[in-house]
């Protein structure tokens, strides 16, 4: 856990949630609860992230999922796919029913997001370190084709110990591809520690400049800092740009936050989902939000 008196250094963890972002942690439980298994912790990091590109800065048309003109946003992090669906139900690419199926026999929404079968899905990110390579090719493509999509990468810092990341971004970096934006949900935290303890990332930034890259930082919760920061893009050098996204794992629930046991659940007992559920900092006025 992160220690309290250091909290000023790490202004992601004091920032409070709005009536919207309470509203889709809501549907990431609903959808775990359904399941009874998930990813929360790394769901939980991403959602105002993901919140603003739906909300505010995406062209996409949930009637014509596959419009050649839409933007693209892969979530290379695929075992955050709660938070996608939740999204994904949020703007009527799929239905509540399908996220309180999640995970269950005849459900289209399993563990990770599958292209193919889930609409609004751009790639399946079954196996982590492929978004970004894959990303690489749609921006590409689109300028080939002389189309103005641009391309969306969300990233887990976990994810970038993978070397294949880093191979696409060299070749992101060679080309300029302008039309291109990863996000790196840096929440500090992997499967069983910190990125510190696991594999440390530092100097994180100075890295994806050293590979071509514009890079900026924003508070990942901050809906106003990121709907800023993103409506100003593309860099007006002709690079790719890297957003350095500090986030906390584990975001809106205190007993989860920055909590590695909270990284992935095989099952939950009654009254995990009843705290997760009734947790009074978050949901006193749910009635009112939902």
């Keep these: 856990m992160i220690d309290s008196k ?28 359904g ?36 933007d693209r946003c892969i979530l290379s992090k695929g075992h955050g796919c709660l938070a996608l669906y939740a999204m994904l139900v949020d703007k009527g690419f799929i239905s509540r029913e399908d996220l309180t199926n999640f995970c269950r026999p005849g459900g289209i929404l399993g563990g990770h997001p599958e292209f193919g079968k889930i609409p609004g899905v751009e790639f399946s990110t079954g196996a982590l370190g492929h978004g970004l390579s894959v990303g ?67 100097p994180l930034a100075e890295k994806w400049q050293s590979f071509g890259f ?32 500090h986030t906390v794992k584990g975001k809106g629930f205190p007993f989860a936050e920055n909590n590695p046991k909270w990284h992935h659940k095989n099952n939950f007992t009654d009254e995990e989902i009843s705290l997760l559920l009734k947790d009074s900092r978050f949901y006193r006025k749910l009635k009112e939000i939902t």
């Design 136 to 202: 690489v090719g749609m921006a590409l493509s689109a300028r080939i084709q002389k189309r103005d999509s641009r391309i969306f990468i969300i990233l887990g810092d976990g994810e970038i110990n993978e070397g294949s990341v880093w191979e696409a971004a060299l070749t992101a970096g060679k080309y300029k591809l302008e039309n291109l934006i990863i996000l790196i949900d840096h929440n500090k935290m992997q499967s069983y520690g910190s990125t510190d303890y696991v594999l440390p990332l530092a």
């Design 6 to 33: 250091k909290n000023e250094s790490r202004p992601e963890l004091l920032i409070p949630l709005d009536a919207r972002s309470k509203y889709l942690r809501r549907l990431v439980v609903e959808g775990m609860a």
């Design 214 to 245: 514009s890079v900026q930082e924003a508070n990942g919760h901050d809906v106003h800092e990121l709907q800023c920061l993103l409506s100003e893009w593309p860099d007006p050098d002709g690079k790719p740009t890297a957003m350095i996204c």
């Design 35 to 70: 399941g009874g298994q998930g990813h929360l912790g790394p769901s939980l990091s991403l959602i105002e992230i993901l919140r603003v590109l739906y909300d505010s800065i995406l062209r996409f048309d949930p009637a014509n999922p596959n419009s050649p003109d839409r």
